[in-house]
């Protein structure tokens, strides 16, 4: 039985996790389909309520709540007429009056989704806020790595890249721990969050030693408008040092594979090869996130009002 | 002629190292006598059994918003929540609007205080004109026309120059110098205490050292222009380290910490409620046990509120954006109240840090029960449990941590000048 909402894998349960991977190999069969289409939530609403700007997590909601028949309304407060005066919680109560089976919130500011999920009444699924969490990303990566190795379980996983603004790696971190794997991260010293060690992960300096022997590794993306000269001299520098490429690679497992959540900067923490090519999987996580997201949908937003449709029948 | 009789209390007096079961006499104002066996005539009494009666309380760091953001607090709802905290008296910070920069600015307050406000006020002027950190204020006029101390709060002066002056020029109006010792380079995007929990919160962190550098600067600046430094809301164990060391030197310096820095840790923000977001940040277990010691063993002279009010909708908003600051007149005893029934401060010791060291700080009347002195008085009763609740508070602002808490130990009565200025069953009674 899951909770009310998704805000982080923090505090899910590995039996709920494993249930939400299991709900959504089913909904992948659904994305085989010629009509990619099933009625599980017609007449049900969700609301993308997306603060930051985000066009991959926002499409792939919408995709997966669409393919489940559900409406899905895309509101935007940072590009409509919303300005500062009104409050998180104006916003939250505002929606909760529409009614609402589901809201996706993403904002750049870490607690935002919790704050608003405090005020309705419909479940909150939080689709990324601030360096805290972004958990449908962590579980369609699972999802990602499970069909890859059939187990997750003494798996070695390691992150690599900017893990101080990172929501993906925390969540990710959560993620494999809880279903058996063990989880190394590697960045600049000056991108390593103050005791993250507190999360269970060995924290590594040296990408080679942060590589060897691993069976997974996963790029995360670098913000190079924002953090060039203020936590790494250089992009040059940094690509030379913590990007990933086939003959950095060598130190993994042989059959390792190679992540990354997108959006890209080809050539700087990934080569272009590896964004394209085996083992880099990245165009399959993408794949899996419809699937991953129609699972926690299916799972929310078809739960909200059971007892009012059994009323009914 | 007024009197009023305060029978069968704890008299608690640091000044004369006086713990006793004693009655007090107040009349015309002060205090007449002290004694077991008074019975005055024809006055009003005060049953004091179950309570410490003690020297007003000072609070060195409010702000009451006046003028200038009255939506938040202004001094007639500020100085009621004082007195129904306890206090006698309490020093407003400068960052209103218009800055408190120029002589008539201390002059409206202290004009609006005597109107509105039910216990004393004392501004706090700025150090530098407009609090930019550039040019020093005109600090021996504004000293004349009543501010007891110069501060530019949490605009810290970050320009070392313009600290040292200010300092050394502070020794002309004979003032001490409040800082608020925080490197805003150091801090940078932080809005809580950097370390696990921000990590797991996914917050941006404000590092400790950003208070710990920048309170090495300015003893050093301190020591330098043999200046009297007031350090603000000490939250840090290496900031606690640093005063020690420099007090034993011999830098003429003094300290204040706060009722959520001694009591609360960032754990606190882990709900991501932005009633526990402050400047300096809620910090670490030991910083607050190292600020604790520092309280006992007196290195921290004083505890301040830094009571700072803002209206329900600028803190409804998202961790970051949400302003500095909590409430804290009204809560401070019961708060502070645990470190007594933790055994580290006797009732005596509690006392001299939240009403005669402030005193002394700001070399003001007040933090003593000596005969003849201004009756600015405390009746706390340290047993009473309560729920604080924000809708029935004085403050015109409800943003605590401790909204809603059941709370042990409270102010029973405050006395101003010999006026009963708040009862806790009749609530605030002047003005």
């Known amino acids: 039985m899951m909770g009310r909402d998704l805000l982080g894998i923090e505090g899910l349960e590995r039996e709920e996790i494993e249930r939400i991977l299991e709900t959504a190999k089913h909904m992948q069969e659904v994305g085989r389909r010629e009509v990619k289409k099933v009625p599980t939530l017609r007449g049900r609403t969700i609301i993308n309520l997306f603060f930051e700007p985000s066009t991959r997590t926002r499409t792939s909601f919408e995709i997966a709540g669409k393919r489940l028949s559900a409406d899905v309304i895309n509101f935007s407060p940072s590009t409509s007429s919303m300005t500062k005066a009104e409050t998180i919680l104006d916003t939250a109560k505002t929606l909760d009056a529409m009614d609402p089976d589901a809201v996706v919130v993403r904002h750049k500011v870490a607690g935002v989704p919790k704050r608003i999920a405090d005020e309705l009444s419909a479940p909150v699924i939080n689709a990324g806020d601030g360096a805290h969490e972004h958990p449908t990303q962590a579980l369609l990566d699972l999802l990602t790595v499970w069909e890859e190795k059939g187990r997750i379980d003494g798996l070695s996983v390691t992150i690599v890249g900017d893990l101080l603004h990172s929501r993906v790696a925390r969540s990710n971190i959560y993620a494999f721990q809880k279903l058996g794997a063990e989880v190394r991260v590697a960045a600049p010293p000056t991108m390593v969050p103050a005791g993250i060690e507190a999360l269970g992960v060995k924290v590594v300096t040296r990408l080679r030693e942060a590589l060897d022997g691993a069976d997974v590794v996963m790029v995360l993306r670098i913000q190079k408008e924002r953090l060039e000269g203020a936590f790494f001299p250089s992009i040059r520098e940094y690509s030379a040092t913590y990007g990933v490429d086939r003959a950095k690679l060598r130190f993994a497992k042989d059959d390792a594979i190679v992540m990354h959540p997108g959006p890209i900067n080809r050539g700087v923490e990934l080569s272009h090869d590896l964004a394209d090519r085996r083992p880099g999987v990245v165009l399959d996580q993408v794949r899996n996130g419809v699937a991953l997201r129609m699972a926690v949908l299916y799972l929310l937003a078809g739960r909200r009002g059971e007892p009012r449709e059994e009323g009914r029948s | ?431």
Request: aromatic share 4%.
């Open chain 2, 1 to 431: 002629m007024s009197r009023i009789w305060i029978r069968g209390g704890r008299v608690l007096d640091p000044a004369a190292e006086l713990d006793a079961m004693l009655d007090v006499l107040v009349e015309d104002g002060r205090i007449a006598a002290l004694g077991d066996d008074l019975a005055p005539t024809g006055a009003e009494r005060i049953d004091a059994s179950g309570c410490w009666v003690a020297p007003g309380l000072v609070d060195l760091h409010v702000h009451l918003r006046e003028p200038g953001q009255e939506y938040k607090e202004d001094i007639a709802s500020g100085g009621r929540a004082a007195a129904a905290g306890g206090f006698s008296a309490v020093a407003c910070m400068a960052n209103t609007n218009p800055v408190n920069d120029d002589p008539s600015v201390t002059d409206f307050i202290l004009d609006r205080a005597r109107t509105d406000s039910p216990v004393r006020v004392y501004p706090v002027a700025a150090a530098t004109q407009g609090l930019r950190g550039q040019v020093m204020t005109e600090m021996v006029a504004l000293s004349a026309a009543g501010a007891v101390a110069f501060s530019d709060d949490g605009a810290t002066i970050m320009d070392p120059a313009v600290m040292r002056r200010v300092l050394e020029y502070s020794r002309l109006a004979g003032a001490p110098v409040i800082v608020h010792a925080e490197d805003r380079h150091l801090v940078g995007e932080g809005v809580m205490n950097e370390g696990p929990v921000a990590t797991r919160l996914g917050l941006p962190g404000n590092p400790a050292i950003a208070e710990t550098a920048c309170v090495a600067r300015d003893l050093m600046l301190a020591e330098l222009a043999g200046a009297h430094l007031h350090v603000g809301h000490v939250s840090t164990a290496g900031a606690v380290e640093l005063i020690r060391a420099a007090r034993a030197r011999g830098v003429h310096v003094t300290a204040e910490v706060t009722p959520h820095h001694l009591t609360l840790t960032d754990e606190a923000c882990l709900g991501y409620d932005t009633n526990t977001k402050m400047a300096p940040p809620l910090r670490s277990a030991a910083d607050v046990r190292a600020c604790r010691e520092g309280l006992a063993d007196g290195t921290l002279d004083a505890v301040a509120t830094d009571h700072a009010p803002h209206a329900v909708h600028e803190k409804e908003v998202d961790f970051a954006e949400a302003p500095n600051g909590i409430l804290g007149l009204e809560t401070a005893v019961p708060v502070v109240l645990e470190l007594v029934r933790a055994g580290e401060l006797s009732p005596l010791e509690w006392v001299r840090r939240c009403s005669t060291n402030p005193a002394r700080i700001l070399k003001r009347p007040g933090g003593r029960l000596a005969v003849g002195a201004p009756a600015d008085v405390v009746l706390i009763d340290p047993e009473r449990r309560w729920t604080y609740d924000t809708a029935k508070g004085f403050s015109k602002s409800r943003n605590s941590p401790w909204a809603g808490k059941e709370m042990v130990g409270r102010a029973v009565v405050t006395l101003v000048g010999g006026r009963l200025v708040y009862h806790v069953d009749r609530g605030v009674v002047v003005p």
